[in-house]
Nanobody
Framework: QVQVAESGGGLVQAGGSLRLSCVASGRASALPVKGWYRQAPGKERELVATIIANGDTNVADSVKGRFTISQTKARNTIYLQMNNLKPEDTAVYYC?????????WGQGTQVTVSA
């Protein structure tokens, strides 16, 4: 059974930190590209960061230097460490796991940053 499950969202003040986790189970755990996207109210879903099997990462300019993506050695869990959070980071954060032919999304976790 394929499952992609996020956790770790919440309410934090500006300047604070949160760490999101995403566990990929079943065939999803072996897919080579894993990442985080976010969607703020009234906006389109956007890329936050991705990590591939060899550990190379891609981080959006809007969060570079503040957010870090990482994965466990088994590559079945990825993390998004978010530091110096800003109100504009408020969004639902989604975990995505994919290959060239398969694409799975988690249910999303809300991150709210108060000014």
């Amino acid at each position: 059974q394929v499952q992609v499950a996020e956790s770790g969202g919440g309410l934090v003040q500006a300047g604070g930190s949160l760490r999101l986790s995403c566990v990929a189970s079943g065939r999803a755990s072996a897919l080579p590209v894993k990442g985080w996207y976010r969607q703020a109210p009234g906006k389109e879903r956007e890329l936050v960061a991705t990590i591939i099997a060899n550990g190379d990462t891609n981080v959006a300019d809007s969060v570079k230097g503040r957010f870090t993506i990482s994965q466990t050695k088994a590559r079945n869990t990825i993390y998004l460490q978010m530091n110096n959070l800003k109100p504009e980071d408020t969004a639902v954060y989604y975990c995505n796991v994919r290959s060239a032919v398969l694409n799975y999304w988690g249910q999303g976790t809300q991150v709210t940053v108060s000014a």
